[in-house]
């Protein structure tokens, strides 16, 4: 390409520019309009509760108020061991007549043996259908026609559903305190393992649900201390960009210092442990044997794990000081970069405050999206199908429970109930929920882009007129923040339509192609693997690729007024015409940003794992007790990340703004 001639003229961002790329304009306007019609549509069919109550034979939410099961919170099995069937794997629903009830039975007991005793009937005659009569039925008919069920368990809830209370005792599995129970069918004994088998396949993610009720409790009494550290997080990287402002140069040395010495601790740290353990029983096994563990510290009584976090560190240590060998007169140029960057924010505090703005509108498209995704996989209808204990050609089928009694199906299969399955559906609407699914996702993605491009557009704006502008700040806006943003709004919302529209499409084919290979892992087609990893690397590339190119042509774009092919060209000329300075002084200077990030991250995150796991005597008793203390860690060091990430990705577009003015 041609470079630009030199214009004496030219005093920063064009202030007399058009609208450009209208149509993209227009287009995402008439997404928004259409993502709202969806939304609203959403909404109208949508049931939430689907999700959060357990439902019946009959399709009816337990404990839903203003319905008649509103004082009946808990779900309860007529069969817990008819859970056990593969069909509940298939089907989500175990084939058995299931009711809501106000509280989980706490007492063996059968109906054959409470009739005829009369005692605890009462009691026993809430498990069983509502409206069911004793007088005009014998035991068996009751117990043929499903009115009540066989035999009843002492049962706790969990999730809302009666499953049987087990205990163990010296290592002997007990429900009660029996480790057999009467079926109430058979009339024999039988083993309470054939109830456990029936409670773990009713509920197959039990032990998972465990680990998040623990992880939730974690949250509970550690939540004002994660926010601390969060602030202090927020604190030292704030510090942190005020002292670049003022000791650019000496704050990157010390930056570079106190990584390479926060990651020679590290090493150190894993060492110790690595060497305390030594001898110590069950220490040597390998990380294969033990597998998935949900209590993470078992990990760490193995010397093998701390031997792996020692080599890792060690790599990074040995990667992170040739890098600074071989760059260090780019450093010192990259240094020089850094420092005008600081008098460009400096000039423009109120930049450092803007990724809150970004922030709140990403948050925003997150919450319209997964609320108008969970309205529309619960805006299906119930449906109902033939379940059985024989064997019935009718099974699986769907039916209608009102006229079931009177269908030739309750003729044939004597056995068979109508029960609700699950939700779906056979209109037009239903038919097409995964193309609406799908239009949520990829507006999702396209907006969240959009505004990612709007304050990366705004920051570039306003660090432009700040290059520019001869006699800082006088040739200045006033506000330049406000200025860029009005003049991004007002001329370029189909710009950055745009781009953001073909970044959206490149990563919706990335969520198929994702989506392809989670179906194609159980497949032995080796090609067709092949291929789709080879399709996968590809899209990740050009994802990449358009990503940096946006970015670059965003900048053309607050700075000239073009259109988003026109910025996008020039921009990517203007880069290949300074192809070695793009390569190694731009790139050392991100890298030097990432080192902060990482200091900040480092700092935060090995304060907080000394104070949760109580190494600092003098605030021991203060630091709660956890049941994981690694999720309050995890979470200040990925919460530090982001908010440092939040202030440096401000420095980091201005110096690829200033770097492209110059």
């Known amino acids: 390409g041609e470079p630009r001639k030199y214009d004496p003229s030219f005093k920063g961002p064009i202030h007399n520019r058009g609208c450009t790329d209208i149509l993209c304009c227009i287009l995402i306007v008439l997404g928004i309009i259409a993502y709202v019609a969806v939304g609203i549509v959403a909404w109208t069919y949508g049931d939430p509760r689907k999700v ?40 989500f629903q175990c084939p058995t007549t299931q009711i809501c009830v106000e509280k989980c039975p706490d007492k063996f007991l059968t109906y054959i043996g409470v009739t005829t005793s009369q005692d605890n009937f009462d009691y026993y005659k809430q498990f069983c259908r509502e409206g069911f009569n004793n007088f005009t039925k014998s035991a068996v008919e009751v117990l043929r026609d499903r009115d009540c069920p066989a035999m009843i368990t002492p049962s706790k809830p969990f999730t809302r559903r009666c499953f049987p209370a087990v205990n163990i005792k010296k290592g002997v599995v007990m429900v009660g305190n029996s480790t057999t129970f009467d079926d109430g069918r058979e009339q024999r004994q039988r083993n309470v393992t054939d109830l456990l088998e029936g409670a773990k396949k009713a509920n197959v993610v039990l032990e998972a649900r465990q680990v998040a009720m623990k992880i939730f409790e974690d949250y509970t009494v550690s939540w004002y201390w994660i926010i601390l550290g969060l602030v202090i997080a927020m604190l030292i990287s704030l510090i942190f960009v005020v002292l670049l402002r003022f000791l650019a140069g000496i704050m990157v040395w010390v930056m570079i210092v106190l990584v390479i010495a926060v990651m020679g601790y590290g090493i150190f740290h894993c060492y110790m442990e690595y060497a305390n353990l030594k001898g110590t029983a069950g220490s040597d096994i390998k990380l294969t044997d033990i597998g998935f563990q949900s209590d993470l510290r078992v990990y760490l009584h193995l010397r093998q794990t701390w031997l792996a976090f020692m080599i890792i560190l060690c790599i990074m240590e040995v990667v992170i000081i040739l890098l600074l060998i071989f760059l260090r007169k780019r450093i010192m140029i990259a240094i020089a970069l850094i420092k005008e960057s600081s008098r ?165 084919i990335r969520i198929m192609l ?39 042509a965003y900048i053309m774009i607050a700075i000239y007024g073009t259109n988003f092919c026109t910025s996008a060209r020039n921009a990517f000329f203007l880069l290949m015409r300074n192809i070695v300075r793009v390569a190694v002084l731009d790139k050392v200077t991100d890298f030097l940003l990432f080192l902060g990030k990482l200091l900040v991250v480092g700092c935060v995150g090995i304060l907080a794992f000394f104070f949760f796991t109580k190494r600092i005597q003098i605030i021991q008793d203060t630091a709660p007790t956890l049941n994981y203390y690694w999720v309050p860690i995890l979470t200040v060091v990925i919460g530090s990340y982001l908010i440092a990430h939040g202030f440096f990705s401000v420095y980091g577009m201005c110096v690829d703004t200033l770097f492209l003015c110059f």
């Open 344 to 508: 460009a924010v400096g000039h423009v505090m109120c930049s450092l405050v803007f990724p809150l703005f970004t922030f709140l509108l990403v948050c925003l498209c997150i919450a319209y999206w997964a609320i108008t995704a969970v309205f529309l996989s619960t805006s299906n209808e119930a449906i109902y199908k033939v379940f059985n204990e024989t064997q019935c050609d009718y099974a699986g089928k769907t039916c209608n429970p009102e006229s079931f009694n009177a269908s030739n199906i309750s003729r044939i299969c004597q056995d068979a109930t109508c029960q609700f399955a699950f939700y779906g559906g056979e209109t037009y609407y239903h038919k097409y929920l995964i193309v609406f699914q799908i239009y949520n996702a990829f507006m999702f993605l396209w907006l969240a882009n959009f505004v990612i491009a709007l304050g990366q557009v705004t920051l570039a704006g306003a660090f432009a007129s700040y290059y520019w502008a001869f006699k800082k700040p006088d040739d200045m806006p006033a506000f330049p923040i406000f200025s860029s943003l009005g003049r991004a709004l007002r001329y370029h919302t189909g710009s950055l339509a745009f781009g953001s529209l073909i970044l959206a499409i490149v990563q919706l």
């Open 52 to 91: 959060i109550y357990p439902t019946d034979s009959k399709g009816q939410f337990c404990g839903q108020a203003g319905t008649p099961n509103e004082k009946k919170p808990f779900l309860f099995y007529f069969n817990i061991m008819k859970c056990a069937s593969p069909l509940v794997l298939l089907e």
């Open 514 to 552: 994702e989506y392809l290979d989670h179906k194609l892992k159980g497949a032995d087609n080796k090609f067709a693997r092949f291929l789709l990893c080879c399709l996968k690397c590809c899209f990740w590339c050009l994802e990449k690729f358009i990503k940096f190119l946006n970015r670059n």
